[in-house]
């Protein structure tokens, strides 16, 4: 993976519309601070090659060095990446109650993997009176606090580069699609620093259609309500085609029409739905309140699973081959279409004039993709 | 005792060009002088307060111009000889009061100082004030020399009574700010007591209500006109102007002010005294008729010099074309067919090549060692640096702030700029935070419009800045109107305790006068709160702070918001002396060009008294230059500044 420096960051991604904010530039140097959602370089940096770029998910992102370095194989372009296991799940028994979106899952792994000493503390996205927020959590009673999707873009990875630079060591990370494509290229070592050291033991993922825009959101929601009574949201599956948001006394109906013009532009160039370079992934499991999808991807995430169950903290149940039938189709729309939209954009193997591209893949695996 | 009330008559002392201005008022028996501070103008009142603690007269640092020609007129109205003294600037601001003043007139000699920047050495402009002698119709003199600085002066309140209007005497920059031998006359004795007559009519010079209505401005323009006539006069034989060279010069120089040193210089150089005629002039305006009459008709070619705009060159040509019978055909030279440029300012050599030209004689160069000597200094000469702020200035610190808050913001938000050393906010020492810069209080207006636009789709975050004294000096008209017109605007107020920039004179937010006397401190936080903004205080220095109120205030944006960010200037008297804290570097931990800082401190921050010491590729900081703010502690990403509190 070539990395260039913070000039053509800012050049190829941000002034590209590409960013989604997602924190992976955030707290590595004193340029790129996120404020309300919107990642910024507060002033020019001269270096030619920065872990800002290294770090980016939005910049010469090349999926056959991720999988070849995570997975062993080449990338195939499976819709939803390489899924080992997929359960229907919830928090098990022993579980501590919380306020989930689901199922709690992710909660519950976490909890397990902190009580079993696999990671001293989780990456994740709190929420305060301002909107959503990194998190470093290093008690259930943390992680608890930050259960609950946040559906807007979150800098959830700022809080991963303070806890590396705090030598925090071995973390959890909790994140979108795009947070977790940033991590998983981040493992590569993509700068080749001999003092390098991997400092993620466990990447949970979580199901991602699209995020919308923190301060487009906000401002909406601000004309219609008073926000900081905010608890939480919840985006039933279809045909609802709705935003409900959490007042605590009341729920609050919004047309999902009226806030998609809220989804950045860089949502629709992701081709991943269901973070493909997590060692598990999270969602929810339609027509099943009360319950998650759970992906296990990787021997760790194996693991990880069948140690939660054992431990009361974790309940799964197969899942039935007719959802996942559906949940591949779902990803697999995702991905064509992103594939489709980077194509027509130039941002898709095919490099622009500084030679930097979005994504790389194989022409075949292009091909197979689009034609799919 | 200061210098300029030494009363030693005869005596010679080397005085600055604005002290001997200052002398002169003294020995006119000057009892009340006032001003508002601006390059090359601020050492007149300073020169003049200090004589007022021996208390001989009154002296105040007005709030602007304007009011300080009002505070010295009230004195001529009652009878006392006064001053007032601005930059050119600052006859701008008080240009609407001198309208009315020239055209009633002064009762006690008056005299308004403007001293002016040609090239401007320390301006934004290069305004010139002479223009405003002709159009509002009041005499104009120019001292050509440092006596005549003093002697101008003094005389200059004779004639404001001889005629009994305002006189206007016009320095600049090399003159106030040069020094020289100025013989002493007698300091007065006597003082004037001071009462004011309006027992008279309407029109009555010397004991009528001072004031102009509709109905007797035909008289009173009449009666200026005539003093105009009366002065000229008094022109026709005034020692200040003055011919030296043969009877029938190849050429007529005509002059006035420090371009009459330049002239005298460059004549020596070139060796053509016995073919030039210098006719340098100290009453510029209303030009006496017969002297130019008299000199132009022994000439076939005039050059005239003088600085800026063609006053003089326009002025005499009208004469000549008036006396064009007697004078026969002229050709004249100057700015109008461009020998001399019509901006910046002259110096000899630009006037040594002009008549080198117009004389076909060569400018003889300098010997070839001396000429070596020179370019071998030049070439290890000073090292080009960029124009900054002091190290520990709050502007530095208060711009990081916003220019940081308003990046994060994201939404193109931008900061109209003000007078004052923040001005230098428009370049990479204020990180460029700047984006319109006019006159003092002019940021605020210019907000207030541009925080009306948002109907017109204007999204972007509308900021002003201005100093504390600038605040009290022309923003707070324009704070009380985007307030009254609910204009969107983030007014931050840069509260350094003093009129810092030209050398931290009093101002209304202080509790001390020009005269060092306590005076009542105005709060500003209080003047926006009564206007009806909503107000903030912070410490520049702390940039958590400041930054997240800013996000804050910018996120809030609706209607007039102020913020003040109160920190003494680095240079201030009190400061001056004392490090707060003991600030220290561990190269260690400075990661320096690496990724993760790449030279934030010495690249972006700038603050002089952190420097980049190449060979260790670290930062380091220079104790003898570093003031101890403590705020490069605050922005370094290693935590390598350390910040120890001074014993």
């Known amino acids: ?372 | 005792m200061s210098t300029i009330t030494q009363d030693r008559p005869g005596e010679s002392l080397l005085l600055q060009g604005n002290e001997a201005i200052a002398r002169g008022a003294l020995e006119a028996g000057v009892q009340v002088a006032a001003g508002y501070p601006g390059t090359p103008s601020s050492e007149i009142i300073e020169s003049l307060a200090s004589a007022a603690e021996e208390g001989r007269l009154y002296v105040e640092w007005s709030v602007n111009e304007k009011v300080a020609l009002e505070v010295a007129a009230a004195a001529s109205f009652s009878e006392l000889r006064s001053l007032a003294a601005m930059k050119q600037v600052g006859v701008n601001v008080a240009a609407d009061f001198l309208l009315h003043l020239a055209q009633y007139g002064a009762r006690g000699g008056m005299v308004l100082i403007s001293c002016e920047d040609p090239g401007a050495l320390s301006s934004t402009n290069e305004g010139d004030s002479r223009q405003y002698a002709r159009m509002m119709e009041f005499p104009l003199l120019e001292p050509g020399d440092f006596q005549e600085a003093k002697d101008i002066t003094k005389w200059a309140f004779e004639l404001s009574e001889a005629i009994r209007n305002v006189v206007m005497v016009r320095s600049v920059t090399r003159l106030s700010h040069g020094s020289g031998k100025v013989a002493l006359d007698e300091l007065p004795e006597k003082r004037a007591g001071a009462r004011f007559r309006f027992e008279g009519p309407l029109t009555g010079q010397m004991e009528g209500p001072v004031a102009s209505m509709p109905n007797t401005v035909f008289l009173l323009h009449n009666r200026q006109q005539d003093k105009l006539r009366k002065a000229a006069e008094i022109f026709e034989t005034s020692p200040f102007n003055r011919y030296t060279g043969p009877d029938r010069p190849d050429l007529l120089i005509i002059t006035s002010s420090a371009c009459h040193l330049y002239c005298k210089e460059a004549m020596h150089l070139l060796g053509i005294g016995d073919r030039v005629g210098l006719l340098k002039l100290g009453t510029t305006w209303p030009l006496p008729r017969r002297l130019i009459g008299k000199h132009l008709m022994a000439v076939d070619r005039v050059l005239v010099v003088e600085e800026l705009l063609p006053f003089l060159e326009e002025n005499v040509k009208v004469l000549a074309a008036e006396l064009c019978e007697r004078t026969g055909s002229i050709r004249f030279y100057g700015k109008r067919d461009g020998t001399l440029p019509s901006v910046t300012e002259l110096s000899p050599d630009t006037v040594a090549k002009a008549l080198s030209t117009l004389l076909s004689v060569a400018v003889p160069s300098p010997p070839i060692d001396y000429r070596k000597g020179v370019q071998e200094a030049a070439a290890v000469g000073a090292p080009p640096r960029m124009i900054t702020f002091c190290p520990g200035c709050p502007h530095r610190a208060s711009f990081w702030s916003i220019h940081n808050a308003l990046a994060m913001d994201d939404r193109k938000g931008f900061v109209c700029g003000d007078i004052g050393c923040y001005s230098m906010g428009l370049y990479p020492a204020g990180f460029e935070t700047l984006k319109t810069l006019h006159a003092m209080g002019s940021g605020t207006g210019v907000a207030s419009g541009f925080g009306e636009l948002g109907q017109f789709g204007l999204n972007q975050p509308v900021l002003s800045v201005c100093g504390d004294s600038t605040f009290f000096h022309a923003a707070m008209p324009a704070l009380a109107n985007a307030v009254h017109h609910q204009s969107d605007i983030l007014m931050v107020v840069l509260d350094n305790s003093g009129t810092a920039m030209t050398g931290f004179q009093p101002h209304p937010g202080l509790r001390q006068d020009a005269m060092g006397r306590m005076a009542p401190a105005i709060d500003i936080a209080a003047v926006c709160r009564g206007m009806g903004a909503r107000v903030e205080v912070c410490d520049p220095f702390d940039l958590d702070q400041t930054r997240s109120t800013l996000l804050q205030m910018l996120e809030q944006g609706k209607g007039v918001q102020v913020l003040i960010l109160k920190q003494m200037c680095a240079l201030s008297p009190e400061k001056k002396s004392r490090k707060p804290f003991e600030m220290s570097l561990d190269p260690e931990v400075c990661v320096g060009e690496s990724c993760g800082c790449n030279r934030l401190c010495t690249r972006v921050f700038g603050c002089p008294g952190l420097v980049w010491d190449k060979k260790m590729k670290k930062a380091r900081i220079d104790e003898v230059i570093c003031v101890g703010c403590g705020v490069c502690a605050s922005i370094c990403p290693a935590g390598a500044i350390q910040k120890r509190e001074a014993a």
């Open chain 1, 1 to 372: 993976m070539h990395v260039f420096g913070p000039t053509e960051l800012v050049e190829e991604v941000h002034k590209r519309g590409l960013c989604v904010g997602c924190g992976a530039c955030v707290g590595l140097c004193p340029y790129f601070l996120n404020h309300r959602g919107r990642t910024v370089q507060v002033f020019p940096c001269t270096l030619t090659q920065g872990r800002c770029f290294a770090a980016c998910p939005k910049a010469e992102v090349d999926l056959d060095e991720i999988s070849r370095h995570h997975r062993q194989r080449p990338y195939k372009g499976a819709p939803m990446g390489d899924v080992e296991q997929a359960f229907a799940a919830k928090a098990g028994p022993e579980m501590p109650v919380g306020s989930f979106q689901a199922g709690g899952v992710v909660s519950a792994l976490l909890i397990y993997a902190l009580q079993q000493g696999l990671i001293k503390a989780a990456i994740l996205t709190g929420r305060d009176e301002n909107g959503p927020k990194p998190a470093i959590a290093s008690s259930p009673q943390e992680i608890l606090g930050c259960a609950g999707s946040k559906f807007t873009t979150a800098p959830t990875l700022a809080a991963f580069n303070q806890a590396v630079s705090e030598k925090i060591s071995p973390l959890g990370v909790v994140g979108t699609p795009c947070q977790m494509t940033s991590v998983a290229k981040w493992r590569t070592n993509p700068l080749k620093r001999d003092d390098f050291v991997d400092p993620v033991a466990l990447a949970i993922g979580v199901f991602c259609n699209w995020g919308l825009d923190q301060r487009q959101l906000v401002s909406f929601l601000a004309e219609r309500t008073d926000v900081s009574r905010i608890r939480g949201m919840d985006i039933p599956p279809p045909p609802a085609n709705a935003l409900i948001v959490d007042l605590g006394n009341q729920k609050m109906t919004i047309s999902l029409d009226e806030i998609r013009p809220f989804i950045p532009e860089t949502c629709h160039l992701c081709p991943d739905m269901t973070s493909e370079w997590a060692d598990l992934s999270v969602g929810m499991f339609e027509g099943r309140p009360g319950w998650n999808t759970l992906l296990v991807r990787t021997q760790r995430g194996k693991d990880l699973a069948t140690g939660a169950e054992a431990a009361g903290l974790l309940e799964t149940m197969p899942m039935p081959e007719t959802n996942l039938a559906h949940l591949r189709e779902a990803a697999k729309i995702k991905k064509k279409r992103a594939f489709m939209n980077m194509n027509k954009r130039g941002l898709l193997n095919s490099p622009d004039k500084n030679g930097i591209a979005l994504l790389r893949v194989s022409a075949e695996v292009a091909r197979s993709i689009l034609e799919a």
